[in-house]
């Protein structure tokens, strides 16, 4: 039996002599070249070229640079190939994998994102309202609120504010456009200290034009007579030509205006949570009753009845009771009319700032919304954007205690009073229509930054030496001063051999340490030798040693 040959996987064993690379046969090898049109190899590492079946003689079996060679090192290569890791899979592979996090500190952290998104929502808001409403209260440019320029002053030092109140905002309000409030502010920046007083709305004046009621009639026609128009530079104009009316009037140099409606009242006092009032009924009235705006709710409520003593007041309440006059019956505490009334209206204006200016109501995001709502949107002023912080400085160091409230129709210095003119009730000085000397005399001892003039306390000098003249000299010299020199003659005969004073009395302490400073005396609290009147305070006795100086 002929000898068969295995194969294995299409390989035929190897005759002997044969080798790698041979044909089997030259018959095969002839066939071969027949069947191909090219037997060209090219080496891809290399240009050289050689036929097929042709020996290749530089590489053999186990030469290190052998292709069999290769593919056998690398059959027998048990690692995969490597790849390029992600961070975190190096990490694991290095065993350094962070632990999950848990559930809490997951829900922690994003509460916290959350929080910090509503946060800067809320501040975004806050400072959109802030920047709009200041933009229609305040004058000049908004991103100038941050600057603290001093306030305008006048001789005093003082800083004045003209504060008008409207009910436009209040419909069908009779006389809507006439100012139910006039209302003077001074402050002083320096000393920290402020005076509040009204203008009775009633005051007969001459308006130098035509208005409502002719060239003359009561004061609050003046606001909207000067200007009709209906822009914000009408506005602006409105409140500088009313500033310098009042201000002429009163001898005061007033250098901001303020129109606020009937709205600003309620809303404002709303947002701080309510004030606390004194309430005081007049003539020794037990409280206060006004039925006036009981209407609203068909007589079935009291929008102004109050007991003597603290009351806490809404802003719907705290505007009727500044609004109350008690002019239909039945009425009681509320004798004096329009004074009673612009009394209430200045004691709510003081419980605001007091309650306005407390850390809480400050810090209370509901609360500074609405106050910035009621000022954004019916209030009006001239002052200017790089003035508002130092306003909010002076206004929240002020204590109460150094706010000051002025009357005109005190019992001990009653200086206004009614009258009727062509058929209407009205205000007038004491003195007479149109003679405002003792007011404006008041007023600037009142709110003088010197404190003799504040006090104003009355002296009488006499002339003790026979230098004619000498006492009315000396006299001069202390008017000058600022002293109220009261009365000047001659002292009895007497050796006055240096400058007597006699104090009477233990108030006007200031005056008195300036007296004593300035002549360098000891004052006396004795009986005086002469006779003076029952106001005098200090009586001054000049001597033969200033007659010789």
């Keep these: 039996m002929k000898k068969r040959h295995s194969s294995l996987d299409g390989f035929i064993p190897r005759r002997a002599g044969e080798k790698l690379g041979d044909l089997h046969s030259q018959n095969d090898q002839d066939g071969i070249a027949r069947g ?28 290190g640079n052998s292709d069999i060679d290769e593919s056998l090192r690398l059959i027998d290569e048990t690692k995969e190939p490597t ?26 952290k994003w509460l916290f994102i959350l929080l910090l998104l509503v946060g800067i929502g809320v501040g975004g808001y806050l400072g959109y309202k802030v920047l709009n409403a200041s933009g229609s209260i305040l004058q000049g440019n908004i991103l100038n609120i941050l600057a603290n320029n001093p306030l305008k002053q006048d001789a005093n030092g003082r800083s004045n504010f003209l504060v008008v109140g409207t009910s436009e905002d209040d419909p069908g309000h009779a006389g809507a456009a006439l100012t139910d409030s006039i209302l003077i502010i001074s402050v002083d920046q320096t000393n920290k200290n402020a005076y509040v007083f009204n203008v009775p709305r009633d005051l007969y004046v001459q308006y130098g034009m035509a208005c409502f009621s002719g060239y003359a009639g009561k004061i609050n026609e003046y606001f909207s007579c000067s200007n009709d128009g209906t822009t914000a530079q009408d506005e602006q104009d409105r409140l500088t030509k009313t500033q310098k009316f009042i201000g002429d009037i009163l001898g005061i140099d007033i250098q901001y205006g303020i129109h606020a409606d009937h709205t600003v009242i309620k809303q404002a006092v709303d947002a701080v949570g309510g004030v606390d ?38 802003g719907t309440h705290a505007l009727f009771l500044s609004m109350a006059r008690g002019d239909v019956a039945p009425t009681y505490g509320l004798a004096n009319s329009n004074f009673d009334r612009e009394k209430n209206q200045q004691k709510i204006l003081i419980a605001f700032k007091e309650k306005a200016m407390t850390t809480g109501v400050l810090t209370d995001l509901g609360a500074v919304t609405k106050l910035i709502d009621a000022l954004g949107d019916n209030l009006r002023t001239n002052i200017q954007t790089d003035e508002i912080k130092t306003l909010m400085d002076v206004a929240n160091t002020i204590k109460a205690e150094d706010v000051h409230t002025l009357t005109f129709v005190d019992s001990d210095n009653q200086l206004m009073t009614t009258g009727m003119i062509n058929g209407s009730s009205v205000v007038m000085p004491k003195a007479g229509t149109y003679e405002y000397g003792d007011i404006r005399d008041y007023l600037g001892k009142s709110m003088s930054s010197n404190p003799l003039i504040r006090e104003s306390a009355p002296i009488a000098v006499f002339n003790g030496t026979d230098t004619a003249g000498l006492g009315q000299t000396e006299a001069d010299k202390l008017t000058s001063d600022g002293y109220n020199v009261t009365y000047v003659g001659n002292a009895p005969a007497g050796d006055y051999g240096a400058i007597e004073i006699y104090h009477i009395g233990s108030d006007n302490s200031a005056t008195a340490s300036a007296l004593a400073k300035k002549y360098g005396v000891t004052l006396k609290t004795t009986t005086p030798p002469i006779s003076v009147t029952g106001d005098t305070k200090f009586v ?6 200033v007659a010789n100086n």
Excluded: M, T
């Design 36 to 63: 191909l049109e090219s037997r060209v190899l090219h080496n891809e590492e290399s240009q050289a070229v050689r036929q097929l079946g042709d020996v290749n003689s530089d590489r053999v079996i186990g030469s």
């Design 83 to 108: 790849k390029k890791l992600s961070r975190r899979q190096r990490r694991k592979l290095e065993g350094r994998v962070k632990r999950p996090k848990s559930l809490a500190r997951r829900i922690i």
């Design 277 to 314: 009032v004194n309430i005081e009924g007049s003539n020794g009235a037990p409280g206060i009753l006004d039925r006036n705006f009981d209407w609203r709710c068909n007589y079935k409520c009291y929008y102004v009845k109050y007991d003597n003593g603290i009351q806490h007041l809404d």
């Design 540 to 545: 001054i006795i000049i001597g033969s040693s």
